[in-house]
């Protein structure tokens, strides 16, 4: 992609706020986008998992569900929700392997892409990008520890809890009465169960019952914590029980 490409400035601006890219000088920044083409993807669109074979793809708009299904049952799960800045696919990005998940675009989103062997000479030749890669890896495996751990651990409707926390923000001043939630705050509760591993029915129950205990706001299209104490409170109780 060139500079006189439209979305050249746009993409430049959009990686300076990706922990991967923040840091990295303008040149090599330049030299990075140089190597990169553009396109999107339809809100809803399943996207082929063998592209992550050919490709690595840094998003720069919108969301993108990693889902794993169940050949058997047709059960699926999403450990994964990628936001701007993220890399897909990370793990075939590492070791060329297959990786065989099923993304899904929550919205339109919009990708740089590069061959995979072209996103492997960013990690030896800018060594800014090194130095954020591996605390970006073990961020995304800490993020999948966390989950299998949750699922083993934990119920429903703690790792619904948990989920909701992860994804809160603070107020952005002290006359707001919410705390309001990013990324998964207009995923619909299909989503929102294959992200804790349970189903639709049990997960809007749950919701149902945070939402009349007065502990978070959900309606069709916003998700926002009430009473945030509360939350933390349930997901200790939880743990305390264990014990």
């Known amino acids: 992609m060139t500079e006189n490409n439209n979305w050249y400035h746009e993409a430049n601006t959009l990686l300076q706020n990706a922990p991967l890219f923040s840091g990295l000088e303008e040149q090599s920044k330049k030299e990075i986008l140089q190597k990169c083409q553009i396109t999107s993807w339809k809100k809803s669109e399943t996207i082929d998992h063998e592209e992550a074979m050919k490709y690595c793809h840094v998003i720069l708009k919108g969301r993108l569900k990693i889902t794993q299904v169940n050949p058997n049952t047709g059960r699926s799960i999403a450990p994964f929700l990628l936001a701007p800045g993220d890399i897909y ?79 809160a923000l603070p107020k952005s001043n002290d006359s707001d009465e919410h ?65």
Do not use: C
Request: hydrophobic residues 40%.
């Open 89 to 167: 696919d990370i793990f075939t990005l590492l070791d060329g392997q297959e990786h065989v998940v099923f993304p899904i675009a929550m919205d339109e989103i919009t990708v740089l892409y590069t061959p995979l062997e072209k996103a492997r000479v960013w990690i030896e030749t800018h060594p800014k990008f090194n130095e954020a890669f591996l605390p970006y890896l073990g961020d995304m495996m800490r993020h999948l520890e966390a989950f299998g751990e949750s699922m083993v651990f934990d119920d429903t409707a703690t790792r619904l809890a948990k989920l909701i926390l992860q994804h």
């Open 179 to 243: 705390y309001p939630v990013k990324l998964i705050n207009t995923l619909s509760h299909e989503s929102l169960s294959e992200m804790v591993g349970s189903v639709r029915s049990v997960v809007s129950t749950q919701i149902q019952k945070l939402k009349k205990e007065e502990v978070i706001l959900s309606t069709r299209g916003h998700l926002a914590i009430k009473n945030l104490e509360q939350l933390i409170h349930k997901i200790d109780q939880n743990h305390a029980s264990k014990v």
